[in-house]
Nanobody, 115 residues
Framework: QVQLVESGGGLVQAGGSLRLSCTASADIFSFHSMDWYRQAPGMQRDLVASLTIGGTTIYADVVKGRFIISRDNAKNTVYLQMDDQKPEDTAVYYC?????????WGQGTQVTVSS
C-alpha cells in the first residue's frame, strides 16, 4: 500500500509563504501524476496543482503565478511552494498520487492564512 506523508502546513500572515512537502513510500515515477488538492470547511475538495510524470504542470486559476509544484526524484517528494498567500487559501491541503486507476491520498495538512 502506497503511503503519502505531508508536512509543512501551519499559520501564515497574508502575503507570506509556506512550502508543503509530500513524501511517497514508492517511486514517484510509478505514478501518472502527483497532485495537491485543498478542501476548505463546507466546501468540496479542489485541485490546486498537478505535476505529471512527463513534467507537465497544471494550476488552478486562483493560484496561478503564486504557487509552484515541483519534485525531488531522489527523495520521492513533491513540493508545493505557496507565495503571496491570501486568507482564501486557508484549507486542508492533501497530497494525491494518480496510480493509473488507483488513487492514493495523504492525511492532509492544515494551512491557515490570517488577514
Amino acid at each position: 500500500q502506497v503511503q503519502l506523508v505531508e508536512s509543512g502546513g501551519g499559520l501564515v500572515q497574508a502575503g507570506g509563504s509556506l512550502r508543503l512537502s509530500c513524501t511517497a513510500s514508492a517511486d514517484i515515477f510509478s505514478f501518472h501524476s502527483m497532485d495537491w488538492y485543498r478542501q476548505a470547511p463546507g466546501m468540496q475538495r479542489d485541485l490546486v496543482a498537478s505535476l505529471t510524470i512527463g513534467g507537465t504542470t497544471i494550476y488552478a486559476d486562483v493560484v496561478k503565478g503564486r504557487f509552484i509544484i515541483s519534485r525531488d526524484n531522489a527523495k520521492n517528494t513533491v513540493y508545493l511552494q505557496m507565495d503571496d498567500q491570501k486568507p482564501e487559501d486557508t484549507a486542508v491541503y492533501y497530497c494525491h498520487a494518480d496510480g493509473y486507476g488507483a488513487d492514493y491520498w495523504g492525511q492532509g495538512t492544515q494551512v491557515t492564512v490570517s488577514s
